[in-house]
C-alpha cells in the first residue's frame, strides 16, 4: 500500500472516531427510517447522516463540485473497510431513494452542467429521495408500450397517466419519469426521460401492501403535472437511451446478495448446525443438506468472482454492457437459493408470521424470503435477462417484435 494511501486511512479512522455516534454501532439500517422517511430518523441518525453529507463520502467517488468525496476507487475501497470496522454504515443511498444508485450515476452521464448542480447536491446530502415512474399497469417487461404522455406548453412540461410500482413515490421529493413525447412514430422512438418535482397538485400516489407486509411500493397519478423544460434529461424522443442507462446502474446495485436478517447474515452452515445439529464429529448431521449448502457456497463464490472479473473489465469503459444482466440474474438465483435452504433449515420455526414462538430473525426471514421472490421481477424480470443476455453477449438472433 502507498505511503498515501496509509496516510488516508489513518485520516479515515480518526474522522470516524471524532464523528460516528457510538450509539448507531450494530443497529444497521433501522435508525434512518426506511420507508417511513425523514420523520421517522432519531438524532444521532440525522448527525451522522449531515456529517457524511457533508464531507461527501456518502458518494464517495462522485466529483466534488456536486457534493461528491471526489475519491478515488482505492481510496473509495478504504473508505468502506474503515467503515465496516467501526461499525458504521453509509445510509445515504437508502435516505436518497434511487438517487444514488439510478437516478444520480445517469444524470452525471446524461444531464447538463445546470442539471447537475441543481439535483446532484441533493442526492449526496441525503436530504432528497427520489423515485422512478417506469412501469405501467399495461407496460412492465415491454416497457415501451408505456402510455403516460407530456406535452410541450411554455416553459412546461405537462404530464398525464399513471404509474405503478413506484418505489418511494409518497415519501420522495423528486421523481424521474419515462414519458411519451411523440406518438407518431416507432414506440421507442418517440420516449422521453423528465425530473419533476413529487410535491405538486397534480401527483398523486397510493401505497401498495403486498404479502411481506410494509411496501414501499406505489401507484402514482399525473393528472397535468409539470415539469420544466430544463427537466427535460438527455435529448428529446431519446428516453430510451436514458432509461436503458438507467436500468444498467439499476441492475450493477442489485447484484450484491444481501442477506434478509441477522439469522440470513450468519453463515448458512452455521445456522444449519444450530437447527438441524451435528453428527459426532462436529460436522452437519444432513449429509443431503450439507451437500446443497456446500454448492450453494460454490455459487456464492463464483458469483462474487465473477462480480470482480466484470467490473475489472469494465474500468475505462464507458459504453453500456450487458454483463449487469448476467449479475443480476446471478444475484436473484444466489439469494433466493439462500433464502430457500435456511427455510427449510429453520423448519416450522422459519414459516412463522407473528407471536412469541417466533425469534425476531425467525420472523425477519420468512418475509425476506416472501420479498426475495420480487428480486427475479423488478429491474426486468430473469426472462428479460436471459434475452439480453442471448442477444448482446451471445449474439443470438432477436425473435421478439420490434416497437
Given at each position: 500500500m502507498s505511503q498515501d494511501l496509509s496516510q488516508f486511512r489513518q485520516d479515515v479512522r480518526n474522522w470516524l472516531g471524532d464523528n460516528f455516534p457510538k450509539s448507531l454501532i450494530g443497529r444497521g439500517i433501522e435508525p434512518f427510517g426506511g420507508v417511513e422517511g425523514e420523520a421517522s430518523i432519531p438524532e444521532d441518525?440525522?448527525?451522522?447522516?449531515?456529517?457524511?453529507?457533508?464531507?461527501?463520502?456518502?458518494t464517495p467517488t462522485w466529483p466534488s463540485e456536486y457534493g461528491g468525496g471526489g475519491l478515488t476507487p482505492a481510496e473509495a475501497a478504504v473508505l468502506s473497510e474503515e467503515m465496516h470496522a467501526a461499525g458504521a454504515i453509509n445510509p445515504i443511498p437508502l435516505l436518497a431513494g434511487m438517487g444514488v444508485t439510478m437516478v444520480g450515476p445517469t444524470i452525471l452521464e446524461y444531464g447538463t452542467e445546470e442539471q447537475k448542480?441543481?439535483?446532484?447536491?441533493?442526492?449526496?446530502?441525503?436530504?432528497v429521495r427520489w423515485c422512478l415512474g417506469l412501469s405501467e399497469p399495461n407496460a412492465g417487461s415491454d416497457l415501451a408500450s408505456l402510455q403516460t404522455k407530456a406535452e410541450e406548453n411554455g416553459d412546461?412540461?405537462?404530464?398525464?397517466g399513471q404509474k405503478i410500482w413506484t418505489s418511494g413515490a409518497d415519501i420522495s421529493q423528486w421523481c424521474g419519469a419515462l414519458v411519451r413525447t411523440d406518438s407518431s412514430v416507432a414506440k421507442r422512438d418517440g420516449?422521453?426521460?423528465?425530473?419533476?418535482?413529487?410535491?405538486?397538485?397534480g401527483v398523486e400516489?397510493?401505497?401498495?401492501?403486498?404479502?411481506?407486509?410494509?411496501?414501499?411500493?406505489?401507484?402514482?397519478?399525473?393528472?397535468?403535472?409539470?415539469?420544466?423544460?430544463?427537466?427535460?434529461?438527455?435529448?428529446?424522443?431519446?428516453?430510451?437511451?436514458?432509461?436503458?442507462?438507467l436500468l444498467q446502474h439499476e441492475?450493477?446495485?442489485?447484484?450484491?446478495?444481501?442477506?434478509?436478517?441477522?439469522?440470513?447474515?450468519?453463515?448458512?452452515?452455521?445456522?444449519?448446525?444450530?437447527?438441524?445439529?451435528?453428527?459426532?464429529d462436529g460436522s452437519l448431521a444432513d449429509k443431503d443438506l450439507r451437500s446443497r449448502i456446500v454448492d450453494h457456497l460454490m455459487h456464492t463464490k463464483a458469483h462474487g468472482l465473477t462480480i470482480s472479473r466484470i467490473s475489472a473489465e469494465a474500468k475505462g469503459n464507458p459504453e453500456v454492457s450487458?454483463?449487469?444482466?448476467?449479475?443480476?440474474?446471478?444475484?436473484?438465483?444466489?439469494?433466493?437459493?439462500r433464502a430457500e435452504l435456511l427455510l427449510e433449515i429453520m423448519g416450522h420455526q422459519g414459516i412463522g408470521w407473528e407471536g412469541d414462538a417466533f425469534s425476531e430473525d425467525e420472523l425477519e426471514n420468512v418475509r425476506g424470503w416472501l420479498s426475495g421472490k420480487a428480486i427475479s421481477i423488478y429491474g426486468g424480470s430473469y426472462?428479460?435477462?436471459?434475452?439480453?443476455?442471448?442477444?448482446?453477449?451471445?449474439?443470438?438472433?432477436?425473435?421478439?417484435?420490434?416497437?
Open positions: 441518525a440525522s448527525s451522522w447522516r449531515d456529517r457524511l453529507g457533508e464531507k461527501g463520502w456518502g448542480l441543481k439535483h446532484l447536491p441533493g442526492i449526496c446530502s441525503g436530504k412546461q412540461w405537462v404530464i398525464n420516449i422521453s426521460f423528465l425530473l419533476l418535482p413529487m410535491d405538486q397538485p400516489t397510493r401505497p401498495i401492501k403486498l404479502i411481506a407486509g410494509a411496501s414501499p411500493f406505489c401507484e402514482t397519478y399525473f393528472n397535468d403535472a409539470e415539469a420544466e423544460k430544463t427537466d427535460l434529461l438527455g435529448k428529446r424522443n431519446d428516453g430510451w437511451s436514458v432509461v436503458k442507462r441492475r450493477a446495485s442489485q447484484t450484491g446478495a444481501r442477506p434478509t436478517s441477522n439469522k440470513s447474515a450468519q453463515p448458512l452452515q452455521e445456522a444449519a448446525k444450530d437447527y438441524c445439529g451435528t453428527d459426532q450487458a454483463a449487469a444482466s448476467i449479475l443480476k440474474n446471478s444475484a436473484t438465483r444466489v439469494s433466493q437459493d426472462e428479460i435477462q436471459n434475452n439480453i443476455i442471448a442477444k448482446n453477449i451471445l449474439g443470438l438472433p432477436e425473435t421478439t417484435q420490434k416497437g
